[in-house]
């Protein structure tokens, strides 16, 4: 149990253009969902949490106009990244809680590549 | 007091030795530790997590020590096999809210 995916896998976009990322929690409803960013050899940086039915809540630092985050069920969040530009180029991973204890399962990433 | 260290930033041990990966947290609020594995190119798989009440949890090879007074936990891995390298992840958090990573331990197994 506790399944998380994400789609697309990979995705290479030009300069300017907008892409858009799905998460979803396959077995368990999701109240919660996270997004995070990671840089090779670094660490998951929090960008926005995520209430089904709620606007984001995001850190400090991260453009909400540029990323763009909707929870609109209990199972799919999705987080849209507008006029993307190389520096956006990252692996971009969801989370989702909701089970019992609060514990996060993670998805398996979208690496984007933004040329 | 958002910030949870960790170390070592690297670790290389021979097959069947006892890694083990030490966390600090600041915030005394925190109420969930969990532990992550990932794997280049994957997102982090969850291995174990710990609460408060307890000072060790153990789930197959892996076990976690926790000490309350010292904001301290540590990941301890059982007759490491050459399969467990990848990047250990500590967290710390609240129960039901986000969780704060430390900056991972590449972990190097070799036979």
């Known amino acids: 149990g506790a399944v998380v995916s994400q789609h697309p896998s990979w995705v290479i976009c030009k300069s300017g253009t907008s892409v858009k990322i799905e998460c979803r929690s396959l077995?368990?409803?999701?109240?919660?969902m996270f997004w995070y960013r990671q840089f090779p050899k670094q660490s998951l940086m929090l960008m926005a949490t995520?209430?089904?039915?709620?606007?984001?809540?995001?850190e400090q630092g991260v453009e909400k106009d540029k990323f763009l985050i909707n929870h609109a069920s209990l199972t799919l969040s999705t987080l849209t990244v507008t006029s993307a530009h190389p520096e956006d180029s990252s692996f971009y991973i969801c989370?989702?809680?909701?089970?019992?204890?609060?514990?996060?399962?993670f998805g398996p990433g979208t690496r984007l590549t933004v040329t | 007091q958002q910030q949870v260290k960790q170390s070592p930033q690297s670790l290389i041990v021979q097959k069947g030795g006892i890694p083990i990966i030490n966390c600090a947290y600041e915030?005394?609020?925190?109420?969930?530790f969990p532990w992550y594995q990932q794997f280049p190119g994957k997102g982090p798989a969850l291995l174990i997590a710990?609460?408060?009440?307890?000072s060790e949890k153990k789930e197959g090879r892996f076990t976690i020590s926790f000490n309350k007074s010292a904001k301290q936990f540590s990941l301890h891995i059982m007759d490491s096999q050459p399969g467990d390298s990848a990047t250990y992840f500590c967290?710390?958090?609240?129960?039901?809210?986000?969780?704060?990573f430390g900056p991972g331990t590449s972990l190097s197994v070799i036979p």
């Open positions: 915030n005394t609020a925190f109420d969930y």
């Open positions: 995520s209430n089904e039915g709620s606007k984001a809540t995001y």
């Open positions: 989370s989702a809680s909701g089970l019992a204890h609060g514990e996060q399962y």
């Open positions: 710990i609460r408060p009440d307890v």
């Open positions: 967290a710390a958090g609240a129960s039901y809210d986000k969780v704060i």
């Open positions: 077995d368990f409803q999701a109240t919660t």
